[in-house]
């Protein structure tokens, strides 16, 4: 059986990762931010959000020891975050400043490797957080990337649809082309090495792509013969393409998220279905296990994260879990209330207080109450008034809920935002908006900037712009126009 833990709500757009270590939860999203949680009580942490990067935030991953996060963002940067305080330990700039969609930990937290959307690969000495080497596949994005478990080899995964296996050199030593057609989304080695017949060591890898596949290939390290890639399992129990897969800890389960807005839960040496989960709204895009806890988190489009619990006994085959029952089952589940349909200024006093609520505000509740605050008063309100007027003595607790009304302030899609008028760029509502030559609309000052750091690419398809012309788009700045006037 699968149940629905609990629905994280903190970020305010699409959230890109999931990934866990020992004791957190780390999630990233295009909203710039990586919210970190504790994995007890999924709580969030006094330091989280992070806020450092410029852009959204593609991808974010624990070293094994879980002290440290790297996260890398449309910015060009991978940034290594500390565990203890949540400030920021180093910033890694790609090399060619390309935006970079992924990256992962060797698992003695010994290397560390980026792929960026120009299709170089970066790998660094986490110890001296240097660059140590760089590799590239040439008219591609790398948007995948995975270390075997002996920590010698890893695998990168291209939107051009091969998956391609490397030394600590950067020598290339495989090339599976086609793997997955119209590209790889992901890959992932299971955590443990095998010995094949002959007595050669084999490591079971996962990878899905735009294909709607998942497959699951056997790699086996040849005295002599060099590398060879068999395919094991092809899955196909998701009907779009499939965004995200992961292994459990002990490699005998594989999760994956897919486009159709589903989650699957597969067996993994079989290749057997056992669950499909039906609870997100919108793209499945990121999933992860916990390495301690029969937990899954998986992280959508629709802005959430859900959390669920893999309980023993039950081995139904391609059992599939109603949204009815699907149902929270602690307190840290939070349920859409009729207030985030509503602009805050719009709140009246008792959705003031369920916002209270849902944000784990309780211990000011009496205060608000008495005080009658709506949602216009609670935009208004400061530190000061806070002290004064609601006598909330904690410090604490008054800069607790500054930061959540600031994260009010700055939600541009809480109002129902059209995505159409948000710019890809800045995930703001757009004032002067522009048509690029790759035919998107964007924030004139945020494209022009984009222009001139990012080597003449598209943000949206990371080819070439054969022109940096930017032709005004008068439709859809009368469009935006109207629509926030009758706000």
């Given amino acids: 059986m699968v149940s629905l833990v609990c629905t994280l709500r903190s970020h305010q757009d699409d959230v890109n990762c999931c990934a866990f270590s ?6 990233c999203s295009a909203d710039k931010s990586i919210c970190v949680y504790s994995a007890r009580d999924f709580s969030e942490l006094p330091f989280s959000p992070l806020s450092g990067h410029g852009y959204g935030v593609h991808y974010c991953c624990f070293s094994a020891c879980g002290q440290y996060l790297a996260s890398c963002s449309t910015d060009a940067t991978t940034v290594v975050w500390s565990m203890d305080t949540g400030e920021i330990e180093a910033v890694l700039e790609h090399p060619g400043r390309s935006p970079v969609r992924v990256c992962a930990f060797s698992p003695d937290s010994s290397f560390l490797v980026s792929g960026g959307s120009d299709g170089t690969i970066a790998l660094w000495d986490f110890t001296s957080r240097t660059l140590l080497r760089t590799g590239a596949v040439t008219d591609t994005s790398i948007v995948a990337c995975s270390f075997t478990p002996c920590a010698q080899l890893f695998i990168t995964g291209s939107t051009y649809g091969d998956l391609r296996l490397w030394d600590l050199n950067m020598n290339h030593l495989h090339a599976e082309k086609n793997a997955h057609d119209l590209g790889v989304s992901c890959c992932q080695f299971a955590p443990q090495i095998m010995k094949g017949t002959d007595g050669c060591v084999q490591f079971r890898l996962a990878s899905c792509g735009q294909d709607s596949l998942v497959k699951i290939w056997i790699v086996s390290l040849l005295s002599a013969a060099g590398i060879k890639m068999q395919l094991a399992h092809t899955l196909t129990g998701q009907s779009a393409p499939i965004l995200s897969c992961a292994y459990s800890a002990d490699g005998q389960m594989l999760v994956s998220g897919s486009v159709d807005k589903t989650v699957t839960v597969y067996q993994a040496n079989e290749g057997v279905l056992l669950y499909t989960l039906n609870q997100h709204d919108r793209y499945v895009t990121a999933c992860a296990f916990s390495p301690t806890a029969p937990l899954i988190a998986t992280g959508s489009m629709d802005k959430t994260v859900n959390i669920w619990m893999l ?9 599939s879990l109603p949204d009815e029952a699907a149902s929270v089952l602690s307190s840290g589940g939070r349920k859409s209330s009729g207030h985030s349909r509503l602009m805050v200024s719009e709140w009246s006093e008792e959705d003031v207080l369920a916002w209270l609520r849902e944000e784990g505000l309780e211990a000011v509740i009496d205060m608000f109450k008495s005080n009658n605050i709506d949602g216009e008063e609670l935009l208004s309100l400061t530190k000061e008034t806070l002290s004064s007027e ?22 541009p899609v809480s109002n129902g935002t059209p995505d159409e008028y948000l710019c890809p760029i800045t995930r703001e509502i757009m004032k002067d908006p522009v048509i690029a030559a790759d035919g998107y609309s964007y924030e004139r000052e945020a494209i022009e900037s ?36 009758c706000q």
């Fill in 22 to 27: 020992g004791a957190l939860l780390a999630t």
């Fill in 311 to 319: 309980e023993d006994g039950s081995g139904a085959q391609g059992k």
């Fill in 390 to 411: 609601l006598h909330i003595e904690s410090l604490g607790l008054r800069c607790k809920v500054m930061k959540k009304i600031e994260e009010l302030k700055m939600a």
């Fill in 450 to 485: 984009w222009i001139n750091t990012k080597s003449r690419t598209s943000p949206m398809t990371n080819l070439p712009l054969q022109t940096t012309l930017l032709t005004p788009n008068r439709t859809l700045k009368m469009a935006i126009l109207r629509w926030t006037t």
